[in-house]
């Protein structure tokens, strides 16, 4: 099965018992929770959902996750883009230990983009696009540096 998914349900205990899949893509804009850690909403992450089971037996939803997000670099506060490349094996509960097996297939992508995301993304050292002023030592010219170096003229 593949689609561009809004909002799709799935049994997991089901999906993994039968070894069904699900692919597709989801615009940047539907991931609602990520927003805060992006420069805009361009783009769309693509997805696989494969169900199956481990070595013992157990059933496991094996996830694919690629795309590309623009976060914003914290050296020089433009644009990065980051390429998403997540695969993931999850554990699924049954019998008891679960209230009810059913799965959103967005929140579960979203979920395992979030965990994936830096804590800190910034260009590689040297890499910040122009634009970016450095002075003789290669340090950043920051708002910081400006104002120590009004106060020094000031005195």
């Excluded at 059913?102 to 993304?121: F, K, M, N, R």
């Amino acid at each position: 099965m593949s689609a561009q998914v809004a909002q799709a349900l799935i049994d997991s205990l089901e999906f993994a018992r039968t070894g069904q899949s699900l692919s597709g893509s989801l615009p940047v804009p539907a991931l609602t929770r990520l927003q805060d850690s992006l420069v805009d909403e361009l783009g769309e992450v693509r997805f696989e959902v494969r169900g199956g089971h481990d070595t013992r037996r157990r059933p496991v939803l094996m996830l694919e996750i690629s795309g590309v997000l623009h976060l914003q670099c914290q050296r020089c506060l433009g644009a990065l883009d980051y390429a998403l490349q997540r695969s993931s094996t999850l554990l699924l509960a049954s019998g008891g230990e679960a209230d009810s097996s059913e799965l959103d297939v967005t929140g579960l992508v979203e979920d395992e983009i979030l965990l994936s995301l830096p804590y800190a993304p910034r260009h590689g050292e040297g890499q910040c696009p122009p634009g970016v002023r450095t002075v003789a030592g290669g340090d950043k010219v920051t708002a910081f540096a400006k104002l120590a170096a009004l106060k020094r003229n000031s005195n």
